[in-house]
């Protein structure tokens, strides 16, 4: 079945450095990738949509400038959280859907990364 | 706008026993797609079912069955003979069918513990 990567699993950082998460998609290709956000006992947020070739598009009240999106190909798209703040310590979660698949299709989703910020 | 709502944030049951999780939506769309998504502790989300809205014929796969209710906008999910291994939050989503995105609108969530 389709399988999403994402890397790294839990990520550790200090307060004003950079982290970037990747998603992948292992053995299909994805034209649209979405990034959620979830805090804990709490249900995902999305984020933003990543599209390969064009820009992102955010949801609202979500810093473009803060959380940088590139989707640069069928299989790969990163997320960067810049200068990382305690509060962005969350669970991000990217997902995808097989390219041409109809709205039925189920997104599958990476594992996850912890991020922690000191 | 769309909405997802599931009002039981925690249930506990006993192994073995049947336990239903509520999922009630929210659109103005005709068509739209609904799903259960799985997360045990270990952080993944699992895709476990779909069903379309022009379909509510109710089905039954392994301990999984759900139903779906066009009338009432829900669709509960039922595990029959529940395994201490289910325990994990559910969550029920919601994709509409217009637009070019694909995402979903998530409810919040279930936490299901199964007890031994």
């Known amino acids: 079945g389709a399988v999403v990567s994402q890397h790294p699993s839990w990520v550790i950082c200090k307060s004003g450095t950079s982290v970037k998460i990747e998603c992948r998609s292992l053995d299909f290709q994805a034209t649209t990738m979405f990034w959620y956000r979830q805090f804990p006992k709490q249900s995902l947020m999305l984020m933003a949509t990543s599209n390969e070739g064009s820009k992102a598009t955010y949801e609202q009240g979500v810093e473009k400038d803060k959380f940088l999106i590139n989707h640069a190909s069928l299989t790969l798209s990163t997320l960067t959280v810049t200068s990382a703040h305690p509060e962005d310590s969350s669970f991000y979660i990217c997902?995808?859907?097989?390219?041409?698949?109809?709205?039925?299709?189920?997104?599958?989703f990476g594992n996850g990364t912890r991020l922690t910020v000191t | 706008a769309q909405k997802v709502t599931q009002a039981q944030t925690e249930i506990s049951v006993v192994e073995k026993e049947d336990v239903t999780l509520d999922c009630v939506y929210e659109t103005r769309d005709t068509t739209y797609y609904l799903f259960w998504y799985k997360q045990p502790p270990s952080g993944e989300l699992v895709f476990l079912i779909r069903r379309n809205s022009f379909d509510e014929q109710n089905e039954i796969s392994g301990r999984y069955s759900w139903n779906f209710q066009k009338s009432t906008s829900s669709f509960n999910f039922t595990i029959t003979a529940s395994q201490v291994v289910d325990s994990a939050v559910y969550f029920c989503?919601?994709?509409?069918?217009?637009?070019?995105?694909?995402?979903?609108?998530f409810g919040s969530g279930t936490q299901l513990t199964v007890l031994p």
């Open positions: 989503a919601l994709r509409i069918s217009s637009g070019s995105a694909r995402q979903l609108t």
């Open positions: 997902s995808a859907s097989l390219s041409g698949q109809g709205n039925n299709s189920p997104l599958h």
